[in-house]
Nanobody, 120 residues
């Protein structure tokens, strides 16, 4: 079983920063292939940033967050981070940590989410 627990969400003014954390446990996922997604009210869930394959340094960022968000992982690979800078109201959403068994599989393990609210 895989357990993902997010933390670090909150309310911030536009231009501010937040760092999300995701504590991961279990053995059925690859720590090289995790990611962050978000879903705003009335919108579909979208990928924010994820490792295509951390072992070869490949990452993917949504165009809307490039240059502002950074995905990273603890040395022990049991905590995933999302550093979010220069936040704007369009970043308001529930943010989810996600994991998968391998880097060629779809994401199928999800956390409960952490809310990020950015006010103008």
């Amino acid at each position: 079983q895989v357990q993902l627990v997010e933390s670090g969400g909150g309310s911030v003014q536009a231009g501010g920063s937040l760092r999300l954390s995701c504590a991961a446990s279990g053995s059925a996922y690859s720590s090289n292939c995790m990611g962050w997604f978000r879903q705003a009210p009335g919108k579909e869930r979208e990928a924010v940033a994820y490792y295509l394959d951390l072992s070869v340094g490949l990452t993917h960022y949504a165009d809307s967050v490039k240059g502002r968000f950074t995905i990273s992982q603890s040395n022990a690979k049991n905590t995933l981070y999302l550093q979010m800078n220069t936040l704007n109201p369009e970043d308001t959403a529930m943010y989810y940590c996600a994991a998968r068994a391998t880097c060629v599989r779809p994401f199928h393990y999800w956390g409960q989410g952490t809310q990020v609210t950015v006010s103008s």
